[in-house]
Protein backbone atom coordinates (compact mmCIF):
# COMPACT_ATOMS: atom_id res chain seq x y z
CA UNK A 1 0.00 0.00 0.00
CA UNK A 2 2.63 2.33 0.86
CA UNK A 3 4.77 1.69 -2.23
CA UNK A 4 1.64 2.58 -4.58
CA UNK A 5 1.03 5.34 -2.31
CA UNK A 6 4.64 6.56 -3.67
CA UNK A 7 4.53 5.44 -6.81
CA UNK A 8 0.92 7.67 -7.62
CA UNK A 9 3.03 10.77 -5.49
CA UNK A 10 5.71 10.47 -7.91
CA UNK A 11 3.32 10.34 -10.90
CA UNK A 12 1.78 13.08 -10.00
CA UNK A 13 4.96 15.28 -9.05
CA UNK A 14 6.53 14.30 -12.13
CA UNK A 15 3.15 15.78 -13.71
CA UNK A 16 3.32 18.80 -11.87
CA UNK A 17 7.04 19.72 -12.49
CA UNK A 18 6.64 18.97 -16.41
CA UNK A 19 3.31 21.33 -16.56
CA UNK A 20 5.35 23.76 -14.72
CA UNK A 21 8.40 23.95 -17.34
CA UNK A 22 6.07 24.11 -20.02
CA UNK A 23 4.37 27.15 -18.46
CA UNK A 24 7.88 29.21 -18.07
CA UNK A 25 8.45 28.13 -21.95
CA UNK A 26 5.09 29.12 -22.95
CA UNK A 27 5.78 32.58 -21.09
CA UNK A 28 9.32 33.17 -22.05
CA UNK A 29 8.15 32.41 -26.14
CA UNK A 30 5.07 35.49 -25.45
CA UNK A 31 7.60 37.33 -23.85
CA UNK A 32 9.93 37.18 -26.57
CA UNK A 33 6.76 38.02 -28.93
CA UNK A 34 5.49 40.82 -27.52
CA UNK A 35 9.22 42.81 -27.13
CA UNK A 36 9.52 45.91 -29.10
CA UNK A 37 12.19 48.24 -30.03
CA UNK A 38 12.16 51.39 -31.30
CA UNK A 39 13.20 52.55 -34.75
CA UNK A 40 13.65 55.83 -36.80
CA UNK A 41 11.11 56.16 -39.34
CA UNK A 42 10.35 59.04 -41.90
CA UNK A 43 7.38 60.85 -41.05
CA UNK A 44 7.36 62.53 -43.89
CA UNK A 45 8.25 61.51 -47.65
CA UNK A 46 12.05 61.90 -47.81
CA UNK A 47 13.31 63.02 -51.47
CA UNK A 48 16.50 61.00 -52.80
CA UNK A 49 19.77 63.75 -52.03
CA UNK A 50 17.60 65.71 -49.74
CA UNK A 51 19.27 66.70 -45.69
CA UNK A 52 17.42 64.90 -43.47
CA UNK A 53 15.91 67.12 -40.81
CA UNK A 54 14.74 65.85 -37.39
CA UNK A 55 11.11 67.46 -38.05
CA UNK A 56 10.89 64.40 -40.77
CA UNK A 57 11.97 62.12 -38.15
CA UNK A 58 10.15 60.06 -35.34
CA UNK A 59 11.04 56.56 -33.22
CA UNK A 60 8.11 54.27 -33.69
CA UNK A 61 8.14 51.60 -31.40
CA UNK A 62 8.08 47.63 -33.47
CA UNK A 63 8.39 43.83 -32.64
CA UNK A 64 11.94 43.19 -32.11
CA UNK A 65 10.98 40.23 -34.81
CA UNK A 66 10.35 42.88 -37.46
CA UNK A 67 13.71 44.61 -36.80
CA UNK A 68 16.26 44.70 -39.56
CA UNK A 69 19.70 44.42 -38.64
CA UNK A 70 20.77 47.70 -40.81
CA UNK A 71 17.53 49.75 -38.52
CA UNK A 72 18.44 52.89 -37.45
CA UNK A 73 17.61 53.22 -33.35
CA UNK A 74 18.90 56.45 -32.82
CA UNK A 75 17.46 60.16 -34.09
CA UNK A 76 21.28 61.78 -34.23
CA UNK A 77 22.65 58.66 -36.49
CA UNK A 78 20.07 59.84 -39.15
CA UNK A 79 19.80 63.59 -38.49
CA UNK A 80 22.01 65.77 -41.15
CA UNK A 81 22.53 62.94 -43.29
CA UNK A 82 21.91 62.99 -46.91
CA UNK A 83 19.04 60.50 -48.00
CA UNK A 84 20.82 57.76 -50.57
CA UNK A 85 17.56 57.18 -52.26
CA UNK A 86 13.29 58.02 -52.00
CA UNK A 87 12.31 57.25 -48.19
CA UNK A 88 8.54 56.83 -48.16
CA UNK A 89 6.14 58.23 -45.30
CA UNK A 90 6.55 55.44 -42.38
CA UNK A 91 9.37 53.94 -43.56
CA UNK A 92 12.10 52.41 -41.29
CA UNK A 93 15.72 53.99 -41.83
CA UNK A 94 17.93 51.78 -42.66
CA UNK A 95 21.85 52.18 -42.30
CA UNK A 96 21.98 52.42 -46.41
CA UNK A 97 19.82 54.98 -47.04
CA UNK A 98 22.03 57.17 -45.48
CA UNK A 99 24.69 59.13 -47.38
CA UNK A 100 28.26 59.24 -45.63
CA UNK A 101 29.11 63.11 -44.33
CA UNK A 102 32.29 62.43 -46.27
CA UNK A 103 30.01 62.71 -49.61
CA UNK A 104 29.73 66.33 -49.27
CA UNK A 105 32.97 66.59 -50.12
CA UNK A 106 32.73 64.65 -53.06
CA UNK A 107 29.70 66.10 -54.92
CA UNK A 108 29.04 69.87 -54.39
CA UNK A 109 25.67 69.47 -55.79
CA UNK A 110 24.46 67.71 -52.47
CA UNK A 111 25.14 70.88 -50.87
CA UNK A 112 22.43 72.92 -53.17
CA UNK A 113 19.61 74.17 -51.17
CA UNK A 114 16.61 73.56 -52.97
CA UNK A 115 15.11 76.67 -55.50
CA UNK A 116 19.60 77.53 -55.17
CA UNK A 117 22.33 77.02 -57.42
CA UNK A 118 25.92 76.55 -57.40
CA UNK A 119 27.72 79.12 -60.05
CA UNK A 120 31.86 79.98 -60.01
CA UNK A 121 33.66 82.88 -60.56
CA UNK A 122 36.90 83.28 -60.92
CA UNK A 123 39.47 85.16 -57.83
CA UNK A 124 42.81 86.97 -56.87
CA UNK A 125 44.31 86.95 -53.66
CA UNK A 126 42.61 90.39 -53.02
CA UNK A 127 39.34 89.17 -54.05
CA UNK A 128 38.96 86.21 -51.72
CA UNK A 129 40.28 88.23 -49.13
CA UNK A 130 43.60 86.78 -49.01
CA UNK A 131 42.35 83.10 -49.71
CA UNK A 132 40.89 82.92 -46.25
CA UNK A 133 37.09 82.42 -47.30
CA UNK A 134 35.93 78.90 -46.43
CA UNK A 135 33.23 76.46 -47.06
CA UNK A 136 29.91 77.63 -45.42
CA UNK A 137 31.38 81.01 -44.94
CA UNK A 138 28.92 84.44 -45.81
CA UNK A 139 30.03 86.77 -48.09
CA UNK A 140 28.96 89.93 -49.63
CA UNK A 141 29.43 90.26 -53.18
CA UNK A 142 30.71 93.40 -54.45
CA UNK A 143 30.63 94.67 -58.13
CA UNK A 144 33.35 97.37 -59.53
CA UNK A 145 33.62 98.87 -63.28
CA UNK A 146 35.17 101.33 -64.42
CA UNK A 147 32.91 104.08 -66.06
CA UNK A 148 33.66 107.59 -67.36
CA UNK A 149 32.82 110.60 -64.69
CA UNK A 150 31.78 114.39 -66.11
CA UNK A 151 35.18 115.49 -66.49
CA UNK A 152 35.86 112.07 -69.08
CA UNK A 153 38.08 110.42 -66.33
CA UNK A 154 38.21 106.68 -65.55
CA UNK A 155 36.87 106.16 -62.20
CA UNK A 156 36.04 103.18 -60.51
CA UNK A 157 32.15 102.71 -59.29
CA UNK A 158 31.46 99.59 -57.07
CA UNK A 159 27.85 98.05 -55.79
CA UNK A 160 26.57 95.89 -53.53
CA UNK A 161 24.81 92.65 -55.29
CA UNK A 162 24.06 90.63 -52.75
CA UNK A 163 24.47 90.03 -48.99
CA UNK A 164 25.71 87.09 -47.34
CA UNK A 165 25.98 84.27 -49.96
CA UNK A 166 26.82 81.35 -48.93
CA UNK A 167 30.04 79.95 -49.90
CA UNK A 168 29.67 76.15 -51.07
CA UNK A 169 33.28 75.96 -51.76
CA UNK A 170 36.74 77.88 -52.63
CA UNK A 171 38.63 76.34 -55.53
CA UNK A 172 37.84 72.39 -55.06
CA UNK A 173 37.32 72.50 -51.07
CA UNK A 174 34.06 71.73 -50.56
CA UNK A 175 34.61 71.01 -46.78
CA UNK A 176 35.19 72.96 -43.48
CA UNK A 177 38.73 72.81 -41.98
CA UNK A 178 36.53 71.74 -38.72
CA UNK A 179 35.24 68.59 -40.37
CA UNK A 180 38.51 67.79 -42.76
CA UNK A 181 42.11 68.87 -41.72
CA UNK A 182 43.82 69.20 -44.83
CA UNK A 183 47.17 71.44 -45.48
CA UNK A 184 46.47 75.52 -46.78
CA UNK A 185 45.85 75.05 -50.94
CA UNK A 186 45.51 78.48 -52.55
CA UNK A 187 42.81 78.83 -54.71
CA UNK A 188 41.66 81.14 -57.81
CA UNK A 189 37.46 80.07 -57.98
CA UNK A 190 34.86 80.43 -55.37
CA UNK A 191 31.28 78.60 -55.57
CA UNK A 192 28.52 80.39 -54.57
CA UNK A 193 24.39 79.57 -53.78
CA UNK A 194 22.52 81.73 -55.43
CA UNK A 195 18.93 81.61 -56.94
CA UNK A 196 18.99 81.22 -60.43
CA UNK A 197 18.06 84.82 -61.51
CA UNK A 198 21.11 86.13 -59.17
CA UNK A 199 23.52 83.26 -60.72
CA UNK A 200 22.70 85.26 -63.81
CA UNK A 201 23.39 88.59 -62.51
CA UNK A 202 26.69 87.61 -60.92
CA UNK A 203 28.24 85.91 -64.47
CA UNK A 204 27.13 89.24 -66.01
CA UNK A 205 28.86 90.71 -63.27
CA UNK A 206 32.31 89.19 -63.69
CA UNK A 207 32.27 89.42 -67.48
CA UNK A 208 31.67 93.69 -66.96
CA UNK A 209 34.35 94.32 -64.39
CA UNK A 210 35.70 92.90 -61.12
CA UNK A 211 33.87 90.94 -58.28
CA UNK A 212 35.06 91.30 -54.27
CA UNK A 213 34.10 89.14 -51.42
CA UNK A 214 33.64 90.78 -48.24
CA UNK A 215 33.51 88.28 -45.50
CA UNK A 216 30.72 88.76 -42.86
CA UNK A 217 30.92 86.68 -39.26
CA UNK A 218 31.03 82.87 -39.43
CA UNK A 219 27.47 81.65 -38.97
CA UNK A 220 27.45 79.00 -36.31
CA UNK A 221 28.46 75.99 -36.39
CA UNK A 222 28.41 72.53 -34.22
CA UNK A 223 30.42 70.37 -33.01
CA UNK A 224 30.46 67.82 -36.42
CA UNK A 225 31.26 71.31 -38.43
CA UNK A 226 27.55 71.28 -39.58
CA UNK A 227 25.67 74.90 -39.65
CA UNK A 228 22.96 75.19 -36.70
CA UNK A 229 20.96 77.24 -38.88
CA UNK A 230 20.37 78.10 -42.72
CA UNK A 231 19.51 81.97 -43.56
Same mark, same amino acid.
Given at each position: MVIMLSLVMGVITTLLFYQYINQLNTEKVAT???KTVGVVVAKEKIEKNEKITSKKLEIVQKPAKDVLPQSITSLPDAEGKLANSMIEKGETILSHHLGSEQEE +???VS %??? %?DGYRGVTV +? #??INQSVSNLLEPEDE #???VFTKIIKNKAKQDVPQSILLFNKARVLAVGRKMVTTEKKKEPYVEYSSV???LKPADAVRLINASEEGKIHFILNKRPPMSEEGKLTQQQ
Open positions: AKD +GVY %RKV %R +G #VN #VDVTLE
